[in-house]
């Protein structure tokens, strides 16, 4: 059976962190963002889903450099809005341990990304009947040049920022419907 789970956006944290000058991590996150996952727990392989965040909502908690970050040195916000990640399948690698891969798409650019997922805690929703919360940490990393992140300051000295980017995701997803309620609603298609 399909179950259909919703990002808890004021419990989740979509972040990333990058070397400056090849020494000091730089941490953000992005404050605005949506997402869904649906999958069969009997088999993990048919996971889908999509996860989209809001460029513009980039933070880093510096509002010069996060100016930087939305402008056409790097993510272009105004005219590439969203990220766009969709997960595609999970292959089990330990007791509430997947291996997720999925798309990720930035600046009309989509590239492969693989998340290493941890399942933290589930348990029965306290203020929705026949709901479930779902809690899962998730990283990887990517190549920024592969997006078309490119700036790197000024020529001949070492990048201002690294082109390696660490992802990580702390998320809180609250399923949609309790089970009875999908199979009376697929029913009634």
Do not use: C
Request: aromatic share 8%.
């Amino acid at each position: 059976m399909v179950e259909r789970y919703e990002l808890d956006p004021t419990h989740t944290l979509i972040g990333f962190s990058a070397k400056h000058l090849a020494v000091t991590t730089v941490r953000g996150s992005f404050q605005k963002f949506s997402g869904w996952v649906a999958f069969d727990r009997s088999d993990p392989g048919s996971l889908t889903g999509e996860i989209a965040v809001d460029i513009a909502s980039l933070t880093t908690g510096t509002e010069q450099r996060d100016n930087h970050l939305r402008s056409a040195d790097f993510f272009e916000a105004d005219a590439h809005p969203q990220g766009i990640y969709r997960p595609t399948s999970a292959e089990p690698v330990g007791e509430g341990k997947y291996r997720v891969t999925g798309d990720l798409t930035i600046k009309q650019t989509t590239r492969p990304l693989v998340l290493e997922v941890t399942v933290e805690g589930e348990l029965d929703h306290p203020f929705y009947e026949g709901r479930k919360i779902l809690a899962v940490t998730a990283t990887g990393q990517l190549n920024r040049k592969d997006f078309g992140l490119n700036w790197d300051g000024v020529a001949g000295v070492i990048p201002l920022a690294s082109n390696e980017i660490k992802v990580q995701i702390e998320s809180e997803l609250v399923s949609t419907a309790q089970p009875a309620q999908q199979a009376e609603a697929a029913a009634a298609r």
